[in-house]
């Protein structure tokens, strides 16, 4: 059998929703379990709610503003989050589906036991992220900070981050296939284990050889 040779690129697709309906939600306008179509929406506010199994879907939200509410099961598809401003964002065993964040902030972004597909994250500011048991398909990190990605236990399929600093990928059992690191700035790259399998560059390498020597327990003298 031959040998599979290059790295396949994330398949995005979004197409951007169209002819949406203008809606300012107000205090209480969001409950548990609703679902939200095919608005433009100038400010979300769900900071400190508790709305589990909310759905978004054909949307653009210029701003989201998620910090300490308490999402899990979110659903989001076909969609555009143009700002994430989250310091805590909780929202584990979600769905996100063609979607794209395209800038802000998030501290901690609790998305374990999640699965995403088709979602780009661009320009974002990201603490720590939490994506331990979560299923990954053609995502893309592009030009974003990040402190540490938790992927223990996750599955990862066409996951590129091109233009991103990545200080830690931490975690154990995880399942790589086409993850793709060339682009990434590895120079404050403190944690590794968490991606063997993933392609890096020649180039690379020599940044790495400490890491990956003290990793595997030798001594460079």
């Given at each position: ?188 790259l403190e944690r590794l284990d968490g991606l063997r399998g993933a392609t890096i560059g020649g180039e690379q390498l020599f940044t790495l050889a400490p890491l990956l020597a003290a990793q595997a327990g030798y001594r460079v003298?």
């Amino acid at each position: 059998m031959a040998r599979k040779t290059g790295v396949t690129a994330p398949r995005i697709t979004l197409t951007e929703p169209t002819d949406l309906e203008d809606w300012t939600p107000g205090p209480g306008d969001v409950l548990t379990g609703d679902r939200i179509e095919g608005k433009r929406i100038g400010v979300l506010d769900l900071s400190g709610e508790r709305l589990p199994d909310l759905e978004v879907e054909e949307c653009i939200i210029e701003t989201l503003r998620a910090g300490d509410a308490e999402l899990r099961g979110f659903r989001i598809r076909d969609s555009v989050v143009e700002v994430l401003d989250a310091p805590v964002l909780r929202a584990v065993s979600g769905a996100w589906r063609e979607v794209r964040i395209a800038g802000g902030r998030v501290g901690s972004a609790e998305l374990h036991d999640s699965s995403l597909a088709s979602v780009e994250f661009v320009g974002l500011k990201l603490g720590f992220v939490n994506l331990r048991a979560s299923t990954l398909t053609d995502v893309v990190f592009r030009d974003c900070v990040i402190d540490e990605i938790d992927i223990a236990d996750a599955r990862l399929l066409r996951v590129s981050f091109p233009g991103s600093t990545v200080r830690e990928f931490a975690g154990t059992n995880t399942r790589i296939e086409d993850v793709d690191l060339r682009d990434v700035d590895l120079d404050r790259l403190e944690r590794l284990d968490g991606l063997r399998g993933a392609t890096i560059g020649g180039e690379q390498l020599f940044t790495l050889a400490p890491l990956l020597a003290a990793q595997a327990g030798y001594r460079v003298e």
